[in-house]
């Protein structure tokens, strides 16, 4: 969390909250590691300078659709 922006982070601890509960009241705690894997991403984003300047420039446009990540 040390790289994600304050409102991100609060964002975040927000989603892991409704998460946990949820997860507790399934048994089932796939949706928190799913979660915190997303969140990762987002943080390593904003941890590389080169990264986050390129996906934040306007001129840069949309990249397209994006295959759907295979687990593992």
């Not at 040390?2 to 399934?26: Q, S, V």
């Not at 590389?48 to 397209?64: C, H, I, M, S, V």
């Amino acid at each position: 969390m040390r790289f994600l922006p304050h409102a991100d982070a609060e964002t975040m601890t927000a989603e892991f909250i409704d998460a946990a509960e949820a997860a507790a009241a399934l048994g089932n705690t796939a949706a928190i590691n799913r979660l915190v894997v997303e969140w990762r991403h987002t943080a390593e984003v904003h941890a590389d300078p080169d990264l986050r300047r390129a996906l934040a420039d306007p001129e840069l446009g949309d990249f397209g659709p994006v295959d759907r990540p295979t687990e593992g």
